[in-house]
């Protein structure tokens, strides 16, 4: 093995020096361009997160067509700039339909500085396809990318494994520094009804999903048909209020008469406290991971925050055990395969 200098050498190279305080100060840098108000920055990462179904490549397309033309998105202002629209999912014919669908319901006329990349056909894992897609976009000037929908970047990845969504998103970031875009990328809800949940618990996968991008915006259904709550979770930005948008095909439009704390429950659903011999039921022979086990409370309408303290109590009374498979991934099974779930 060589020395400490030859193996540190390599890697040495690709790093920025070191500066002082002093030395960053005299830089006299300026906060990026915000593309979006109170949300997103230009050289940032955000994610767009909603359950199936909800309409969220619409409201993609929709942001893109909004800050292509300079018009605002969903009450905020927008900066005008370049935008690209990577698409893995739909065929460009019906990518066109929707665009030109959602420019005569907003009264935007063709934006000049709208472009696509369609990539039907070409989705694979995202080390492979993300660093191509930065070489061929650097030197355009993009303001913002939208990447849609994430799922197709996963390639051999499991979701659940934070070392592996961590990789993949980092290759986002990645675009953001090598071509100075903002990327907002697309992901989807968990299952179950996500009322009873945190707002970065509602994320499907991995916890990373809810703490890596710089914005995380959320749809959540609202109580009224066709409505969603939008919540967003900023770290570059003072906090925001939660609002209400109603899906008014083929574009969401404010709904300001509604109440943004009304999440849509699962109909007469409670959000109290299972018995141990109902969380113990939710356990199958071959047990579940972290989160397939918040999804399984979320299904029956029991909030997280009872997950730990009856896992520790099973744990503890020898009714669970964890086990550590392949990839340091932990399983939460039952020590009694047999217990069925309690009648009704």
């Known amino acids: ?14 790093l920025p020096a070191i500066v002082s305080y002093q030395e960053s100060l005299r830089k006299q840098l300026e906060p990026p361009k915000v593309i979006v108000e109170g949300l997103i920055h230009k050289g940032t990462k955000a994610s ?29 202002c927008v900066e005008p700039g370049r935008v690209l629209f990577v698409n ?16 005569k319901a ?30 061929l ?77 710089d914005t995380i915006l959320t ?14 979770t900023l770290r570059n930005f003072a906090p925001a209020d939660p609002f209400v948008v109603k899906w008014e095909p083929p574009i969401m439009k404010l709904a300001e008469d509604l109440d943004p704390k009304r999440l849509r429950s699962r109909r007469g ?6 018995t141990m011999e109902e969380y113990l039921a939710l356990f199958p022979p071959g047990g579940l991971s972290a989160t397939e ?11 997280k925050k009872f997950e730990k303290p009856l896992r520790e109590a099973a744990i503890n009374s020898g009714k669970l055990v964890v086990e550590t498979g392949a990839h340091n991934r932990k399983t939460i099974k039952r020590t009694r395969p047999d217990i069925t779930q309690p009648s009704v």
């Not at 290759?171 to 907002?184: L, M, P, S």
């Open 1 to 14: 093995m060589g020395s400490f200098e030859e193996t540190g050498g390599t890697v040495l190279a690709d």
């Open 48 to 76: 767009f997160v909603g359950g199936s179904k909800s309409y969220k490549t619409w409201c993609l397309l929709h942001l893109a067509a909004c800050v292509a033309s300079g018009r605002p998105w969903l009450g905020r």
């Open 137 to 213: 976009t650097k030197e355009r000037g993009f303001d913002l990318m939208v990447i849609d929908p994430t799922y197709k970047l996963l390639g051999g990845r499991d979701e659940n494994a934070a070392g592996e969504i961590s990789e993949l998103l980092n290759q986002f970031e990645k675009i953001c520094v090598e071509t100075g875009a903002a990327v907002v990328f697309g992901a989807h809800f968990s299952k179950g009804n996500q009322a009873a949940r945190d707002v970065l618990d509602r994320v499907s996968g991995s916890g990373v999903f809810a703490r890596d991008p």
């Open 293 to 303: 086990l918040v999804d399984a409370l979320a299904s029956k309408g029991w909030a």
């Open 106 to 135: 907003s009264e935007i006329p063709e934006p000049e500085e709208l472009h696509f990349l369609h990539l039907r056909g070409h989705a694979c894992g995202g080390e492979k396809i993300l660093p191509k897609i930065s070489a």
């Open 269 to 274: 659903s409670q959000l109290t406290k299972p």
């Open 88 to 103: 893995f999912e739909l065929a460009e014919v019906f990518v066109n339909q929707r665009v030109a669908e959602i420019l």
């Open 219 to 232: 749809l959540t259904p609202h109580e009224a048909p066709g409505s969603f709550v939008l919540e967003s």
